[in-house]
T-cell receptor
């Protein structure tokens, strides 16, 4: 079983939809979670960082962690064509490097 | 403008022909690393450097070399490229090592990527 898994997509949604992007992980000890956004032909850029369980909101983006289910989510409200990108989750154990998921490709259609 | 630059952006080469991919950052970051990105496998770390003259292996170091003679530069060297090294390569830098739980920003700044094809 891979440490971090994501549905590769592509996920296509109409503009204005609420998008849910998910990531599952195998080790319940992971406590540190990040989401990166990667536009086509660009490097990833950090979108959000969360620690342990709960929600974190930043504008139209909400990161949610469910440690009991070993599942993290990124919600995008009022999605825009400019949100079309690949979204990578990254998870970390204390004292260790983060492990990246393979990414989910999102397409928001105007 | 704060940035990480990589060159070349695209490279097609043949098996066994030595090549170097350059990486440079202008943010005075201590930590730099190289990743490869393959479909379905995510970003995998090849090598990293904690500071000048300090380098170490990541998860997939076989077939690669690096050096860190200056703080801003971190070239990736493929002495004898093989087709299984065909991939998308990213250089990244951060102020400190992005290790979980150490109380500072884990944000890594990535370069634009180098698409390498080895035939």
């Amino acid at each position: 079983q891979k440490e971090v898994e994501q549905d590769p997509g592509p996920l296509s949604v109409p503009e204005g939809a609420i998008v849910s992007l998910n990531c599952t992980y195998s080790n319940s000890a992971f406590q540190y979670f990040m989401w990166y956004r990667q536009y086509s032909r660009k490097g990833p850029e950090l979108l959000m960082y969360t620690y342990s369980s709960g929600n974190k909101e930043d504008g139209r983006f909400t990161a949610q962690v469910d440690k009991s289910s070993k599942y993290i989510s990124l919600f995008i409200r009022d999605s825009q064509p400019s949100d079309s990108a690949t979204y990578l989750c990254a998870i970390g154990l204390y004292g260790q490097n983060f492990v990246f998921g393979p990414g989910t490709r999102l397409s928001v259609l105007p | 403008e704060a940035q990480v630059t990589q060159n070349p952006r695209y490279l097609i080469t043949v098996t066994g022909k030595k090549l170097t991919v350059t990486c440079s950052q202008n943010m005075n970051h201590e930590y730099m690393s190289w990743y490869r990105q393959d479909p379905g496998l995510g970003l995998r770390q090849i090598y990293y450097s904690m500071n000048v003259e300090v380098t170490d292996k990541g998860d997939v170091p076989e077939g690669y070399k690096v050096s860190r003679k200056e703080k801003r530069n971190f070239p990736l060297i493929l002495e004898s490229p093989s087709p299984n090294q065909t991939s998308l390569y990213f250089c990244a830098s951060s102020l400190k090592a992005p290790v979980a739980g150490l109380g500072y920003s884990y944000e890594q700044y990535f370069g634009p990527g180098t698409r390498l094809t080895v035939t």
